[in-house]
């Protein structure tokens, strides 16, 4: 198995990782993809590192917290042998207060993944979706308070608009805070829209692509006058009319 960089962190991790969407299947959506069980789990979890695949893909939406919950099973007793990346952000019910990234949303979702996965880290913890009523200084002051409690790692985000990613890296550095490492995005031969976004090479983080097929590589992006432009907007301000970024996906 081939090893990178994540980005500019120090974590070093396999070309290919699992994604655990099947695990713990329940509901219309998640139990199409798969019902996997915790010995099922474990089984695939058990061919993965033989094969030198050591990075496992979940998130707190998936099946409701189950794939999670299957995924801790799967690895309890080797905690040391596998890298964890997990999202948060998607709802999770009908309150107001069960969706986001609000301090408050954004450290009970990780206290929760913690004690459903049975650890107490995650290794990459990435923004499922953007969510523009949060404060961007909020947002990665909460991280930033998470990584210093040793909860979290490395953060990243996923499936990300490129001007709004631009705008949070340039709130990191402009206030030390942590930089995001990753974006996790949806890229197949049908859903291209990813290369009319920020790229892996303008913004430091490494791009992670979910496709049936990808190099991992990342293109870069044509609107780099726009994201430029952008990193001075205010969250709720649409893209420029005529611009790249207002233009129908």
Same mark, same amino acid.
């Given at each position: ?23 713990? &299947?329940? &509901? ?22 033989? @094969? ?27 905690? &040391? ?18 969706? &986001?990234?609000?301090?408050?949303? *954004?450290?009970? @979702? ?14 990459? *913890?990435?923004?499922? /979706?953007?969510? @523009? ?36 890296? /340039?709130? @990191? ?5 942590? =930089? ?15 290369? =009319?976004?920020?790229?892996? =090479? ?10 049936? =097929? ?34 129908? /996906?």
């Amino acid at each position: 198995m081939e090893y990178r960089q994540l980005g500019t962190s120090g974590l070093r991790v396999p070309v290919l990782s699992f994604g655990t969407g099947t695990f713990g &299947g329940t &509901g219309p959506l998640f139990g199409a993809w798969g019902t996997s069980d915790a010995a099922e789990a474990r089984r695939l979890v058990d061919i993965c590192l033989e @094969a030198g695949v050591n990075l496992f893909d979940t998130a707190d939406v998936y099946s409701n917290g189950a794939s999670e919950e299957v995924l801790g099973e799967a690895i309890k007793g080797r905690r &040391g042998d596998v890298l964890i990346s997990t999202k948060t952000g998607l709802p999770m019910g009908d309150g107001p207060a069960d969706w &986001g990234v609000s301090r408050s949303r *954004l450290i009970a @979702a990780v206290d929760a993944s913690l004690k459903r996965l049975g650890t107490d880290h995650i290794d990459i *913890l990435q923004l499922h /979706a953007l969510d @523009a009523h949060t404060p961007v200084e909020e947002l990665l002051a909460t991280l930033d308070t998470l990584v210093a409690q040793g909860k979290v790692r490395h953060t990243g985000v996923s499936n990300y608009p490129g001007w709004q990613l631009m705008k949070a890296l /340039a709130a @990191a550095d402009r206030h030390g805070w942590p =930089r995001f490492v990753a974006h996790q995005v949806y890229y197949s031969l049908i859903g291209r829209a990813s290369r =009319r976004s920020s790229s892996a =090479r303008e913004t430091r983080s490494s791009c992670a692509r979910i496709s049936a =097929r990808s190099d991992g590589r990342s293109r870069p992006s044509r609107s780099r006058r726009w994201m430029r432009r952008a990193t001075c907007c205010r969250p709720t301000l649409t893209p420029p009319i005529g611009s790249r970024r207002a233009l129908p /996906a």
